[in-house]
Each structure stands twice: as C-alpha cells, then as structure tokens.
C-alpha cells in the first residue's frame, strides 16, 4: 500500500471520528484534503472510486496494525493508530444527545449524557456546555454592550469543565478529544503554557483534529515557541508548521512546505487558498488573482476566504470583478461574515463609505471577532475623517490579533491625521515590525519623520531605502530619495535615484509629473557637467510633451546649443520667475 492510500484511509476514519462527534469543520476539513488527494491515473478508474468511497467492509479490514506510512523524499513519519470506537456504551443516548446537538439545543444535549461515563459521551457533553455558554455569552453581549462593544463578560461554564476535565486527565481517563477541549478551556482562561502542553498531547495522540492543531497554532507566538514543541513526526504536522509559519510571516518557509504538501495533495482547495494567502502576504496580487479565479472554477459556490480575494480586486482596482463577486456571495450565502466584507469593500471602491460601514457592521454582528471587518470598517472612518471611530475600530482589531499590522498601520493614520506624529511614528514602527516587507508601510514612517515636529529627514531617507527596497509599487520611494538628497545638496547621489526611478518608469511604461521632473533635473545636471549630448537627450524626451513643459524643454535645449557653440547663453531658467 502506499503513501497516498495510507492517507485517505486514516483521512476517512477522522472524517466519521469528527463528524461524529460534532466537530465539524476539523471533519470539513479532513474531507477537503481527502479529495485533495491526487490518484495514480493507472488506479484512477470510475469503478475503482466507487469502490474507495462505498465499500465498508473494505474500511473494517483495515486496522491501525496496517497503517505504515512511507516516506517521500526520505522524510520518515511516525504511524499513529486509528481509535477504536466505544460504539455499544452509551449508543442510544448518544445518538439523542447528538441530535439534540445538531439542533443547537446544547443544554437539552448535555442534559441527555448526565449519566454516561463513556469518553465520547463525556466530550459531547462537556463540549456541549462550553457551546452554551458561549452562546450564553454572545446573548449577554448583545443585551448589554451591543454587537461592536467591548465587555468582560465570560463563557460561565469553563470553571466546571475545567475541573472535570482536569480531574479525567490526572486519572489517565481522557481521550484526545477531551484532551482538544480541555486545552480550548485553558486558552479562554488565560493559561497559556499549560493550554500549549495539552494541546500537544492531543495532537500527538489523535493528529487528524484540524481544530486542535489551529488552537495550538494560535498560542504560538513566536519561533522560539514554535520550535519547543515536542510534536510527533506525523504528516499532520506538516499542515501545522504550514500554517504556523504563514502567521509568524516566515512565508519563504510557508511556501516550501506547502508547494510539499501540493505535491502529495494536488487538487486541495485549501492549499491552494493558504499559498494564496501567503502570495497576498507578498503582494503579488497578480499571481493572487490567478489563483482565486482557478478556485472558484472548481469551487463556484465557495465564500471561505473570497474576502481576501475582494482585497485583491479592490486593491487592483477592479470595479467590475469585485461587482461580480458581490453578487455571487450575496447570492450563495448573504449572511456570512466574508460576503459582508466583500460587498462592503465593493462599496467603498464606488466610495459610497458610509454604505461601506453598514456592511461591516454586518459582518460584526455575525462575527464580532472577524478581524477583516475591524480593519476595513476603520480604513473607511479614516476616508469619511471620522477619526475617533477610526480608532475605535482598530484597537478592537489590534485586541483580536496583536500582530496585525494593517490595525497598528490604521492607527498610524489616524494620529497623523490628528497631527500628533509621535503616536504616529510608535504604531507606524509596530506595523513595519510585523510586515517589514510592505513598502507602503515604510513610506508611511517615512512621512511622519519628515513632518515639521520631527524634521528627521535622515532617519526618513533610511525608511524610502527599505521601501525602495521592498518592490515599492507605487514608486513612491525612489523619487523622494532623488529630491531630499538633491534639497540637502547631495547633486550625485539625486542623479542615482533619479536615474534609477527613470529606469523603473521607463520599464512600467508609466508617464506623469514625476517622469516630467526627472527629465528636467536630469538634462540640467548634464548640461552643467558640460555633457551636452547626454543633456541633449533628455531635454529631446521633454520635447514630446505639451505645454509648458515643452516651451521650457525649447528654452533649456537652446541654452545648451548656445554653451555648444561658445556663444553667450539667454535661458531664461537662470532668471528668476
């Protein structure tokens, strides 16, 4: 048997696992990377799928003794067996409790298991309790701050789970999925290292629990973290440091591990989507787009993450794809938080803000913690001035995720715009910290040195060279480098930036003032070094524009025609206006 057959057969044993105990999108999941698995085109026969996908008793012939995962590329993975299911104990009221469950009736479900001692009726019960205070919570939330206010109201039920689960943990009696929840419980309440430990017990034990690894990801903060844990050497753990290294935005790494997994998962809808983030990650927006139009050819009805693709196409500027995508999610699923952020980023490209905002909002009361919608709703507050609200909206973004650096960029703005670019200047330093490699960023800080409080043109000339360095789209960075460097006397170091934003002009095709500025500066340079023909040439280039830009391109041209032939010059750019 081989690696990929070793694969799906663990893959669909998680998925009746999961499903099974109401864990459905780590069983979503599971099932989107089953399907994601390329077949041997000798194998891959209509017959021989339906017989993969029908056959029980092909599945019950199977045991943990017969999953032997070999390696690729000489990466060596442990095998973790498949659980053997407590299927007799506790089966009719599991069967009622779970359907009490999938009703959303959470206490009715826990109300029904209050008397079986089996592991998977103790999970469901207890994970059914932390459900209802969470839902608990929300209400409570809604009843006395609003769905955008902020509160210390917590989930009442994560006292007594905890204890209960702690006490099955010390007595050896848990299973991976109690383990799972138990260490959920530790990071609602704060305990972090120990919520890290349990979560690494879990993963260990059972690996096919998507929503354990996810849990476990978010407490790893930093690399040093990540590298301290003790994690089994099975295939899951290559999804996990995937996705780890993504959010600690180590995206060479990321991308290496995914363009493995592709390898092995080639029709993956998720790996395609986290390469996807990744590339966004990046700015390669073109590549990005590319990559969400093959998803939603083999995906159309797919919401999850189009959100991002809305970024794409707004960012691009692209009124009419991101109208397609409004009303294609608005059709599928109007209310999802990522349809809401997608018509709400439609709105703001047609700049109807204030329709914008209403949109967000949506989205928040779907999601209150859906970070997207924080931080667009507070970059369209800073478009309507709106100032204070602006702010509002990223703190609560920042509260979510504190490595979020377009909330710390959006706080930026929004001090700068108040004119104090000393609060600016600290939440511009936080965002270039977790993204150092936006430009824009950069040439934000850059700015607010160069504001008449702080006047630290030094300072903002390092910042335009880290932009200029960053694949600064909007060529931005290298014409200011040119002029400060020219404005504080430093004529050989203007002439190298400004060649080399001509350079980038002329290789993007692009026309504008600055083209126009450079050409003058340029043709005056040479035409002082007594370089006559290389001032020539430019001052030629200038020729083929309009206006007044021609008759002062004329009036330079003749002056170095007269310092050419010895004869006293009359340009009138030495005079004065």
């Not at 003794?65 to 442990?78: H, N």
């Not at 209960?164 to 848990?174: A, D, M, P, V």
């Not at 993007?508 to 023909?533: I, S, W």
Request: proline share 3%; aromatic share 12%; glycine share 6%.
């Amino acid at each position: 048997m081989n690696l990929k057959d070793n694969y799906r057969i663990e893959l669909r044993a998680a998925i009746r696992q999961l499903t099974d105990r109401c864990l459905y999108a780590a069983s979503k999941w599971a099932g989107e990377q089953l399907v994601g698995i390329e077949h041997d085109p000798a194998k891959f026969t209509p017959a021989n799928t339906r017989f993969q996908r029908g056959s029980s008793s092909i599945r019950r012939r199977f045991r943990s003794s017969d999953v032997i995962s070999t390696p690729i590329a000489g990466v060596s993975y442990v095998s973790t067996p498949i659980m053997e299911e407590d299927e007799i104990v506790d089966g009719d009221f599991y069967l009622l409790a779970k359907s009490y469950f999938d009703c959303r009736e959470y206490r009715r479900a826990a109300h029904a298991l209050r008397d079986q001692g089996g592991k998977k009726s103790v999970f469901l019960r207890c994970y059914a309790l932390y459900l209802a205070g969470e839902k608990r919570k929300e209400e409570e939330l809604m009843e006395l701050e609003g769905p955008l206010g902020k509160s210390d109201i917590v989930n009442r039920e994560l006292v007594s789970i905890e204890r209960e689960l702690s006490t099955f943990r010390k007595n050896g009696t848990i299973d991976p999925f109690g383990l799972y929840l138990y260490g959920l419980v530790l990071k609602e309440k704060g305990n972090g290292n120990l919520a890290r430990t349990v979560l690494v017990e879990s993963v260990n034990s059972y690996p096919w629990n998507w929503n354990a690894w996810l849990e476990l990801q978010s407490l790893c903060t930093t690399v040093d973290i990540l590298n301290s844990l003790s994690l089994s050497n099975h295939w899951m753990k290559e999804f996990f440091l995937a996705n780890a290294y993504q959010e600690l935005r180590m995206h060479k790494e990321s991308l290496s591990k995914y363009d493995y997994l592709h390898g092995i998962f080639g029709f993956s809808n998720y790996i395609q989507a986290q390469i996807a983030k990744v590339q966004y990650s990046l700015r390669e927006f073109d590549l990005v787009e590319g990559i969400f139009e093959d998803l939603l050819r083999n995906d159309p009805y797919r919401v999850e993450d189009m959100d991002m693709y809305s970024n794409v196409l707004y960012a691009k500027e692209c009124s009419s794809a991101l109208s397609y995508l409004a009303h294609r999610v608005f059709m599928t699923d109007k209310y999802r938080p990522e349809s809401c952020c997608i018509i709400g980023n439609y709105y703001s490209l047609k700049g109807l803000h204030e329709k914008a905002v209403l949109y967000f909002r949506r989205a928040l009361k779907l999601d209150r913690n859906y970070l997207s919608a924080w931080t667009l709703m507070g970059h369209e507050f800073i478009e309507m001035k709106n100032t204070p609200a602006a702010v509002d909206a990223y703190r609560h973004a920042i509260d979510i995720n504190p490595s979020d650096y377009r909330a710390w960029y959006g706080l930026g703005q929004a001090y700068e715009m108040m004119g104090m670019p000393f609060y600016a200047l600290h939440y511009f330093r936080k965002s270039v910290f977790f993204q150092p490699n936006d430009s824009r960023l950069w040439i934000a800080m850059a700015h607010c040195y160069q504001t008449d409080q702080l006047n630290m043109i030094d300072e903002a000339m390092k910042c335009y060279k880290r932009a200029a360095n960053c694949n600064d789209r909007e060529s931005i960075a290298l014409n200011q480098l040119a002029k400060l460097n020219a404005d504080l006397g430093r004529t050989e170091e203007a002439v190298y930036y400004y060649k080399k934003d001509l350079e980038r002009m002329e290789d993007e095709e692009r026309e504008g003032p600055n083209m126009v500025e450079t050409l003058f500066f340029l043709a005056k340079y040479f035409r002082e070094q007594k370089k006559f023909e290389e001032a020539e040439v430019y001052c030629t280039r200038l020729m083929d524009y309009t206006g007044p830009e021609k008759e002062r391109a004329k009036s330079l041209l003749r002056g170095i025609r007269m310092e050419q032939t010895g004869a006293p010059s009359m340009d009138i750019e030495r005079f004065p206006p």
